[in-house]
């Protein structure tokens, strides 16, 4: 029982990769959580696989970027081919390989300290379980549905039902977390509408265990387009040797499910590769749609929503589960906050005013990479278009697509989209310089107040070489040159009298770290006497370019504070 009467300081619904990473966050940091699983069994459909760079810092601020590319199973030289075939068993129409071109690849390594990973969501959720279970205050409950939700003043109220055996119980909780994907039960329960577009396309996905290495070779692809008069799909890699997905579309007003047995989806996937009499064992099939869906809010009361909950999007770039990640990131630093109780409430509606612009902006690309699948024969609207592709004739058809390949690009290499969102809400303190430009596919780091903290390289202690990424998580960081002590000094007294932590690091000649490269101020975007907090999501929470003489640090650094946990109204705060 915690010290308001409530059973648990927050309970989150579901325990996807989603659920599962915000209990972590809240766990570390000693918040108490509870999880409620309707599966008992591990994820049979392994889901989402490709894994954001931008997604792949924050598994590495946990510690865990090693450990989910290990567990992938797929050599990491074969993350980055997508390719475009008739069959897979027949030469490539083309491919697009993130990696190939050089410059780019040094304008991402120089960007961040990661790149792309892959990993199949059951082999991912084994990885976030394992590490769920090291937190004394997280309970995690499987085989447990939640319903019956009921809102207080300073408490929510929700009924457990235990599947096997229909035992009930009641708990209630400070704050309630809705991670329970696009059905969510708790959207419903919270009376939160959800927006949804009309679906682009029907599918069906079906795992299967086959050896392919005879037909792809060591040219193994993430995902293989397959576009021919049989069967236009994708067969999505999932271990590069034996366990695979073979995802198509199919019209739900002419077959019903129960039309894909085992056998016909077999002849399919045959159809796929090549391959008359390939040995295939089926292990699963799911229906799903192409279509996006945005929830009216993100939160309402002491309901919140994450993942797929709040939005869905295409599977055209891998943004929802590596949106739903991020979510994660950016709620659980404002529920800590708020529960300690240095911050107000009002902190929490923030979460919904930055994720959920971000996911607008992200349904826009998804939906426009589906439509444009059209090009490369995915999701056609005229099948007949390609009923020669395997003909001489089809030159003309093979030559189209391979042409299209180039115009995929968005889809595949988007570091603009992941790197470039710029918060603008009540928790960021605005300095007025101009937003900086992104494309989709560019990224121009900034430091500007609402930005993703830059990476840039620095050295510690005995010649360490890390990032500023590893400095950035889980509290507040102040960073600032050497002539910034004041800055320094002012964090210190402001994390006294507020009771909060701030961590603060000196980057230059004789402070904390050195700058090798001798950039970061100018890519922070700051002076001699600047300084920049960082908030424990990794975002820029407020710059101070130079400290004017007649400006006292401490008593902006205390101002910020008050404007970010909602303890004053907003007000000026940067000179100029």
């Excluded at 931008?54 to 450990?67: N, S």
């Excluded at 430091?447 to 507040?476: K, M, Y």
């Excluded at 400006?551 to 101002?559: E, F, T």
Aim: glycine share 10%.
């Amino acid at each position: 029982m915690q010290e308001n009467g409530t059973d648990h300081d927050v309970v989150i619904v579901g325990a996807g990769p989603t659920g599962t990473l915000l209990a972590i966050e809240l766990g570390r940091r000693g918040i108490d959580v509870r999880v409620v699983e309707r599966r008992r069994e591990r994820l049979r459909h392994p889901r989402a696989s490709g894994i954001h760079a931008r997604t792949m810092e924050l598994f590495r601020q946990l510690d865990l970027g090693d450990e989910i590319r290990r567990a992938s199973g797929l050599p990491s030289d074969d993350w980055s081919r997508y390719v475009y075939l008739t069959r897979l068993n027949r030469p490539p129409l083309g491919v697009f390989d993130q990696m190939l071109n050089a410059d780019r690849v040094a304008q991402a390594r120089g960007q961040s300290p990661e790149m792309h990973a892959w990993c199949a969501q059951d082999r991912l959720e084994d990885v976030l379980r394992k590490r769920l279970r090291t937190f004394a205050t997280v309970t995690l409950d499987e085989g447990v549905r939640a319903t019956g939700i009921t809102e207080n003043t300073d408490s929510v109220e929700l009924t457990l039902v235990d599947e096997a055996t229909g035992a009930e119980e009641t708990v209630s909780a400070r704050y309630l977390v809705g991670a329970d994907g696009g059905r969510s039960a708790v959207r419903r329960a919270a009376g939160i509408a959800s927006q949804e577009s009309p679906p682009l396309s029907h599918q069906v996905n079906v795992c299967f265990e086959a050896d392919l290495t005879p037909y792809i070779g060591d040219e193994v692809g993430v995902l293989h387009w397959i576009v021919n008069p049989d069967t236009q799909g994708c067969v999505i890699t999932y271990d590069g040797a034996r366990q695979w997905v073979y995802s198509w579309e199919y019209d739900p007003e002419t077959l019903a499910r129960d039309h894909f047995t085992p056998q016909r989806c077999t002849d399919v996937i045959r159809a796929a590769v090549g391959v008359p009499d390939l040995d295939i064992r089926i292990r699963g099939t799911f229906f799903w749609q192409i279509d996006s869906a945005l929830a009216d809010s993100f939160g309402r009361g002491r309901v919140y929503l994450v993942g797929d909950a709040a939005h869905r999007f295409p599977p055209a770039g891998g943004f929802g589960m590596n949106s739903g990640l991020q979510d994660v990131q950016n709620l659980a630093w404002k529920l800590h906050e708020v529960l300690r109780g240095t911050a107000s409430p009002d902190l929490l509606a923030t979460y919904g005013t930055e994720r959920r612009a971000t996911a607008i902006s992200n349904t826009d690309l998804t939906l426009f990479n589906a439509r444009k699948t059209a090009e490369v024969g995915w999701i056609l609207t005229d099948p007949d278009s390609i009923a020669d592709i395997e003909l001489p004739q089809g030159e003309a058809t093979r030559r189209r697509i391979a042409e299209a390949i180039p115009g995929q690009e968005a889809q595949y290499w988007s570091y603009g989209q992941q790197f470039g969102r710029i918060y603008e809400s009540a928790a960021v303190v605005p300095d007025g310089t101009p937003l900086p430009e992104h494309s989709v596919t560019d990224y121009r780091p900034s430091a500007q107040p609402g930005a993703h903290a830059p990476h840039v390289r620095l050295t510690g202690p005995e010649g360490r070489e890390l990032s500023t990424i590893d400095l950035l998580h889980s509290r507040f960081v102040l960073l600032t040159p050497p002539a910034g002590h004041e800055w320094a000094e002012a964090a210190r007294e402001t994390a006294r009298r507020r009771g909060i932590a701030i961590d603060t690091y000196v980057i230059g000649d004789r402070g904390d770290y050195t700058d090798p490269d001798g950039d970061w101020a100018d890519c922070y975007g700051l002076g001699d006497t600047g300084a920049v907090l960082v908030r424990p999501d990794g975002h820029v929470a407020f710059r101070a370019p130079a400290l004017s003489p007649d400006q006292d640090a401490a008593v902006l650094l205390g101002d910020v504070f008050a404007r970010l946990f909602g303890t004053h109204p907003a007000r000026a705060l940067v000179k100029g």
